[in-house]
C-alpha cells in the first residue's frame, strides 16, 4: 500500500479542522512496524481532538485516535512478524504521534501488544482503553482491600463507556454496583449490565453538606466536577474512589472531612501503564475478568470512518451512549 485514507486535524489560523485525507506511505510516523488497522476505539479524548474542543493534541497535522488493533504488515523488529494481530494505546498515540484513526499505523516496537490469547481483535476492541481504564480502577482496589462483601461501588458517567464496562465487569467479579446517570431511560440497558442500583445523580449533586450519609464502598468516576465531589463525600468508612476522566470539568469543590472523619482515599488512574501492568491487566481481561461479550453486544457501535467526525460532534454534545468503534475495510 503506497497510499492510504487517514482522518487527518490541521490547524489552520488557529481554528482546528479534521477531514479524511489520502496520504502517501512516507508520511507515515517512525517505526520498526507497520500495523494495517482493523478498529480504533473511539474516546472522548479522541472527539475533544477531532473538533479542538480542548487542547490535546501537540503538534499539527496529526491523525487522532489514541487507540489500535491491527494486524501487522512489516517488521523490522524481532518482536513481530507478519501477520501478527497486535494493539496499541498510550504512548501519546494520537497526540505526540500519529494514532489510529488512519489504515495504517507505524509505530516502534516497543508501543505494541500481541493480543492477549483467548480475545479476537473485535473483542479487544470493545475493550479497549475504556475496559483496561475499568481493570486498572478494579485492581487499584482489591491491592487496597476492596472485596465483593465490602459494599456499594459507585460508577459515574453510567451510560459511556468506560461506565458500562466497570458496571459489567465488577458485577461479573463479583461486586454490587450503583450506576450513577442524569439519564434514566439507560436504566433497563444498566441493570442488565449488572447493576444493583440506578441512581439519578441530578438529584443529589446540589446538596451543599460537607458530608454525606455513607453509602459506597468505593466509587469509580468518570465526570469530574459536582458528581466527583457528591460521590467524595459519599464514600463509606475507608471508602475509595479512583477519578479516571473529566467530562464534566477538571475541577471540583470538596473538604478535607472525608479523609478526616471518614479515613477516605482517592487516587488516579491513567491508561498510559507500564508494560509489566499492561500485560498482567490485559491477561485478567481475557482470563478471569472476561466479560461476557454478548451481553456488551446491544451497548457496542460500530461505524466506518467516514461517520467519525458527525459521531465525535454527538458523543461531545452527549447525544451517545455505549462504545463507539471505527471498523476498517480490513477488518471485513
Known sequence: MNHYQAM??????????????????GELAPGEVLVQAHYAGVNYKDCLSLHGAAR????????????????????????????????????????????????????????????????????????GVPG????????????????PDSGLVAISGAG??????????LHRAGYRTAALTRNLSNEAALRALGASEVIDISQVIDSKRPIEKPQFAAGIDNV????????????SDGGLLASVGN??????????????????????????APWPQRRRLWDRL?????????????DVRFIPPDELLVHARRQLEGGTSGRTVVRFGAAA
Do not use: C, Y
Open 56 to 127: 490535546i493534541i501537540t503538534q499539527f497535522p496529526r491523525v487522532a485516535g489514541i487507540e489500535v488493533v491491527g494486524k501487522v504488515l512489516e517488521s523490522r523488529s524481532d518482536q513481530f512478524r507478519p501477520g501478527d494481530m497486535v494493539l496499541s494505546h498510550g504512548f501519546q498515540r494520537g497526540i505526540d504521534v500519529d494514532g489510529g484513526f488512519a489504515e495504517l499505523v507505524q509505530a516502534p516496537a516497543e508501543h505494541l501488544q500481541a493480543l492477549p490469547p483467548g480475545l479476537s481483535a473485535e473483542q479487544v476492541a470493545i475493550l
Open 8 to 25: 487527518v486535524t490541521r490547524s489552520v489560523d488557529k481554528a482546528i479542522h479534521s477531514q479524511m485525507e489520502t496520504l502517501q506511505r
Open 286 to 298: 481475557a482470563g478471569d475478568w472476561r466479560p461476557d461479550f454478548a451481553a456488551l453486544q446491544p
Open 160 to 169: 459511556g463507556a468506560v461506565g458500562r464496562l466497570a458496571i459489567h465487569m
Open 224 to 235: 469530574g466536577g459536582a458528581v466527583l465531589s457528591w460521590m467524595l463525600r459519599s464514600l
Open 247 to 272: 467530562a464534566s470539568g477538571n475541577t471540583f469543590d470538596g473538604s478535607v472531612l472525608p479523609f478526616i472523619m471518614r479515613r477516605a482515599q482517592m487516587f488516579g488512574i491513567v491508561a498510559n
Open 132 to 147: 483496561f481504564t475499568a481493570a486498572m480502577a478494579l485492581e487499584r482496589f482489591e491491592e487496597l482491600g476492596l472485596k
